[in-house]
């Protein structure tokens, strides 16, 4: 059986930082690309960045948000600087096998999600 958990949502002024994390239990991270997405009220779902052998970003994080992985302790985290009122969204940690895609379709595994809130 397959979990994905995220934490490390909040609320943070324009320009502030927040450090996301997500474990996956029951899947090896050396075998599963894990993505991060993000869904903004009355939006679509989107993809945010993508990480296995290689590491992808969406075009609006480039610079801001830095996706990191610890395989021992099947863990990934999204650093995110810089934050824009634009990043507040519930954001959500999912994991598929093979190769990362921005397609939330293809990711059978998902988490709950973590809200993060950017406001003065």
């Known amino acids: 059986q397959v979990q994905v958990v995220e934490s490390g949502g909040g609320q943070v002024q324009p320009g502030g930082s927040l450090n996301l994390s997500c474990v996956i239990s029951?899947?090896?991270?050396?075998?599963?690309?894990v993505g991060w997405f993000r869904q903004a009220p009355g939006k679509e779902r989107e993809g945010v960045s993508c990480?296995?052998?290689?590491?992808r970003y969406a075009d609006f994080v480039k610079g801001r948000f830095t996706i990191s992985r610890d395989i021992p302790k099947n863990s990934v985290y999204l650093q995110m600087n810089n934050l824009k009122a634009e990043d507040t969204a519930v954001y959500y940690c999912?994991?598929?096998?093979?190769?990362?895609?921005?397609?939330?379709?293809?990711?059978?595994?998902w988490g709950q999600g973590t809200q993060v809130t950017v406001s003065s």
């Open positions: 999912a994991a598929k096998q093979y190769s990362c895609t921005g397609y939330d379709r293809l990711y059978p595994y």
């Open positions: 029951g899947r090896s991270l050396d075998d599963y690309p």
């Open positions: 990480i296995s052998s290689t590491i």
